[in-house]
Structures are given as structure tokens and as C-alpha cells.
């Protein structure tokens, strides 16, 4: 993600990063594993919901082949909170110079969120080379990232916000796109059902699209 940690970047792990949204921490661990199982371990829990940091704690403690972050972060206290609770990764939908101080002080990897090339230009003077893009398909999808491949090749992205099945592969095919997030081997209804089942070989068909992007 961030520079600061080279060593220990979001964007290798998995071609696609679940956005774990739970109202429910008790179903944290059981989802975790299921996705884990089906080729996704690096899990974004968003901290939209009074249970995301339970959810992040227990996945912390009980999935280790987990790689469990928080997503929405969007203020110094959440960095903490989050870094306390066993997050090993940060997501910010948008950054600040102070959110950016947070984050980069936590100890482990960021992405912040850019939707325009100045802010990508002013995270690359600030020494930060991996980003999230959101909210992708609004900020200009496909065609906006291949735009900024040229003068930017240095920054490299996870894009998020309305991909799914269908358009992942188009974005992963970008050269400088790393992984992308979304949601949709987390159906709502089987998150209901607790058919974790189906989130695995919902995952288990995510994983699979880094050998679609190999064949590029």
C-alpha cells in the first residue's frame, strides 16, 4: 500500500478485496472463514456499523490466514481504534494531510482515496505510490485510470465503488491497477441465511479472476 511499508502491500495479496459491511460481529469470524477458503484473504471490514470493530477484533484473533483491514477511515481516532483491534491494513474513501499522518504513523499499510489526478499528484509529492480509486465507476471507471497510466505510471490503485463480476476483469487488465474491492460475493441475502457456502464459492469465483488477467 503505502511506500512507507514496501514490504507489505495490499495490492499483491488478492486480485479482488471483499467490503465487508456486518451488522452482526458474531457472523465476522464464520464469513472470514469462508472467504478465506474460496482464495480472498484480505478482508476490508468497513467501519459503517457499531460492530465493525468487534467483527475486526475476532477476525483478528481467530482467522490467522486472514488479513483483515479496516475500510472507511476517516479519522485519526479510527486509525487508532482500528490499529487496536488487530486491523493490519487502512482504507480511507478520501484523504487529508491529517488523516494521511494518521495513517502513515499507524505502523501498517494504507490506501487512501483519490477521485482526481491532482489529488494523486499530491499524494506521490507526499511519498504514497498505491491508492484506492473511488468511487470508481462515478470518478470515470476503466477509461479515467487507462488516462492517468501515462503521465502517472508510478501510482498504482485499488479501484472500488460499483464493480463487480462483469467489470472487475476490465479493471484488473489495467496495468496500473493492483486489485480491486467490492461486494458482490457478499449477497445480501446469504449473509441473512449465514450461507457461508455460498460466499465461498462466490470467492472461490473472484480468486479465479487473476488467471483471466494473466491471460490478458
Known amino acids: ?18 467490503v465487508v459491511v456486518l451488522q452482526d460481529a458474531s457472523d465476522a469470524v464464520p464469513l472470514a472463514r469462508a472467504l478465506v477458503a474460496g482464495g480472498l484473504p484480505a478482508i476490508e471490514v468497513t467501519l459503517r456499523t457499531p460492530a465493525a470493530l468487534d467483527a475486526i477484533r475476532a477476525i483478528a484473533e481467530e482467522v490467522p ?4 483491514g479496516a475500510g472507511t477511515v476517516i479519522t485519526p481516532q479510527q486509525v487508532k481504534d ?3 483491534a488487530g486491523a493490519r491494513f487502512l482504507v480511507s474513501p478520501g484523504w ?7 495513517m502513515r504513523g499507524s505502523g ?3 490506501l487512501p482515496g483519490v477521485s482526481t489526478t491532482s489529488e494523486v499528484v499530491a499524494l506521490l509529492e507526499r511519498g504514497v505510490t498505491e491508492m484506492k480509486f473511488f468511487p470508481a465507476e462515478a470518478a470515470g ?8 497510466a501515462g503521465p502517472l505510471p508510478q501510482a498504482r490503485f485499488c479501484p472500488t465503488g460499483g464493480i463487480g463480476s462483469a467489470n472487475a476483469p476490465d479493471y484488473l487488465a489495467l496495468p496500473n491497477v493492483g486489485c480491486v474491492g467490492g461486494t458482490w460475493m457478499l449477497p445480501a441475502d446469504a449473509i441473512t441465511a449465514r450461507d457461508w457456502g455460498r460466499v465461498e464459492a462466490l470467492a472461490r469465483e473472484a480468486a479465479g479472476l487473476k488467471t483471466l488477467r494473466a491471460q490478458v
Open 1 to 18: 500500500m503505502a511506500s512507507s511499508s514496501p514490504h507489505s502491500s495490499l495490492l499483491g495479496i488478492a486480485p479482488v478485496v471483499p
Open 108 to 110: 501498517v499499510p494504507f
Open 82 to 84: 482500528s490499529v487496536a
Open 65 to 68: 490466514d486472514a488479513v483483515v
Open 96 to 102: 487529508t494531510d491529517v488523516l494521511l499522518e494518521a
Open 141 to 148: 471507471g476503466t477509461a479515467y485510470l487507462r488516462s492517468l
